[in-house]
């Protein structure tokens, strides 16, 4: 296969664990039944094929996928989903390797799957493959634990390198969600080198402004946080909205990562 599936940006993930992004996978520590990046062994010595789960509410797009991957010998799909409910259920009855999942689904997000994922299949590596561009969701997906976020425009005889690159130990990023990334981290650090010595104090929030803080850090949504807080979705956007203006930023990312510097906030 020529040419990559996505990039590695180790800067921009490394300043992002900072606020909840996944781990760095080093292929130091075991995880379930095989070590991070490391294939099995089977009873004769051959490695065992990399174990993978599909979720996609769109029958045909899985199917697509089921072809791709059922023709190489060294990838074994061990089930299929339809939302983000039955996946966490599937994952728990499989124990994948690799997880290709969808974001927008009926029932259960894939955001809010991949935090469920953790509980129930630790050691999966999951990769988002969605058609959604959105830096909210990109950066959501981060935080929930994804090690990769790939667009669907990917050429699907691709995928199979994503599935082995991951379950290697990469973190994959469709190109142009990288560049949103990337440039996201280098405003952020241009404008902290130009701040003089003597900053100014951050201005003061509210106590219902950092509860919505702390959540919108933890990766949840604007939906997820309104049932946490039971308030409206509405009010919630009204929150984030006057804690970007007080702060003086622009994205949800750069809020925590703010916040988290000021200790206005404390992650754990």
């Known amino acids: 296969m020529g040419r990559s599936p996505g990039v590695s940006p180790q800067a921009a993930a490394d300043a992002d664990g900072s606020v909840g992004a996944p781990r760095a996978d080093d292929g130091s520590l075991a995880a379930g039944p095989r070590a991070k990046g490391t294939a099995a062994r089977g009873a004769h010595g051959a490695p065992e094929p990399i174990r993978a789960l599909i979720v996609d509410d769109h029958a045909l797009f899985r ?156 990766g949840m949504n604007n939906r997820d946080i309104a049932k946490d807080l039971f308030i409206s979705e509405n009010t919630v956007k009204n929150h984030v909205r006057n804690i970007l203006e007080k702060l003086q930023i622009h994205s949800r990312m750069e809020a925590v990562m703010v916040a988290v510097r000021e200790k206005l906030i404390e992650l754990g």
């Open 63 to 218: 199917r697509g996928l089921e072809m791709v991957l059922a023709s190489e010998p060294d990838i074994e799909l061990v089930g299929q989903a339809s939302d983000g409910e039955e996946a966490v259920q599937k994952a728990g009855e499989s124990l994948p390797d690799v997880v290709l999942m969808d974001i927008r689904m009926p029932r259960s997000s894939g955001i809010e799957a991949c935090r469920a994922l953790k509980n129930v299949a630790p050691s999966a590596k999951i990769v988002m493959l969605t058609i959604s561009d959105e830096e909210d969701d990109l950066f959501d997906a981060i935080r929930a634990g994804a090690s990769g976020y790939l667009l669907k425009d990917i050429p699907l005889d691709e995928v199979a390198d994503a599935v082995r690159a991951v379950y290697g130990g990469q973190s994959l990023i469709n190109p142009s969600m990288a560049a949103k990334l990337l440039t996201e981290f280098a405003a952020l650090a241009r404008r902290e080198e130009e701040e003089p010595p003597q900053q100014v104090p951050a201005p003061r929030l509210t106590e219902r402004e950092i509860e919505v803080l702390r959540l919108v850090a933890r």
